[in-house]
T-cell receptor, first 113, second 113 residues
Framework: AQSVTQLGSHVSVSEGALVLLRCNYS??????LFWYVQYPNQGLQLLLK??????LVKGINGFEAEFKKSETSFHLTKPSAHMSDAAEYFC???????????FGKGNQVVVIP | NAGVTQTPKFRVLKTGQSMTLLCAQD?????MYWYRQDPGMGLRLIHY???????AKGEVPDGYNVSRLKKQNFLLGLESAAPSQTSVYFC????????????FGQGTRLTVV
């Protein structure tokens, strides 16, 4: 079975500082990996995804993530945090034989002015 | 383009009452899902459907039933609501293929008193 681990439910970052959210996954087959963002009182929307090919993936709003197979990781980064980045971020995994997404528990990001 | 629409957005139920949550998508997606979101738990899959007329259990199916009589609609039913079912419910849909983006509705906030 697939699973995702996100440590640190709440993450505080200063405006202009690096945002780093860690995601580790477990999958017995080559995974597809996703980061979703949820703004207050809204549904989830896709930030970026890795399926095949280039392991460094760029997404919306300046975010990027790198797939590292040897570390079973897909960490999300943004060089400079903005106030508008305050949201909850979810890492998720699926695979070619399984359309269903398995989600991590999420990281609530707070941006400090 | 409406995407995924959930009704209602808010509901308060008394213990033992029943209700149905409606999800409608206009993207001709094969797959549809119902998740529940609880603080610190991420999103957990309740039931899902791989096509019209089919349904399957997810991670936390107890106390819920679903139906997919039309491709564009996926209904989630609570026959006898319990306080433990107080949660935010999200519907999602995507195309066939584990590498495809899932589109989410805005959520239904359900309180059972």
């Amino acid at each position: 079975a697939q699973s995702v681990t996100q440590l640190g439910s709440h993450v505080s970052v200063s405006e202009g500082a690096l945002v780093l959210l860690r995601c580790n996954y477990s999958s017995s087959v080559p995974p597809y990996l996703f980061w979703y963002v949820q703004y207050p009182n809204q549904g989830l929307q896709l930030l970026l995804k890795y399926t095949t090919g280039a392991t460094l993936v760029k997404g919306i709003n300046g975010f990027e993530a790198e797939f590292k197979k040897s570390e079973t990781s897909f960490h999300l980064t943004k060089p400079s945090a903005h106030m508008s980045d305050a949201a909850e971020y979810f890492c998720a995994v699926s695979d070619n034989g399984n359309n269903r997404l398995a989600f991590g528990k999420g990281n609530q990001v707070v941006v400090i002015p | 383009n409406a995407g995924v629409t959930q009704t209602p957005k808010f509901r308060v139920l008394k213990t033992g009452q029943s209700m149905t949550l409606l999800c409608a998508q206009d993207m001709n997606h094969e797959y549809m899902y119902w998740y529940r979101q609880d603080p610190g738990m991420g999103l957990r899959l309740i039931h899902y459907s791989v096509g019209e007329g089919t349904t399957a259990k997810g991670e936390v199916p107890d106390g819920y039933n679903v139906s997919r009589l039309k491709k564009q609609n996926f209904l989630l039913g609570l026959e006898s609501a319990a306080p433990s079912q107080t949660s935010v419910y999200f519907c999602a849909s995507n195309m066939l293929g584990g590498n495809t983006e899932a589109f989410f509705g805005q959520g239904t906030r359900l309180t059972v008193v």
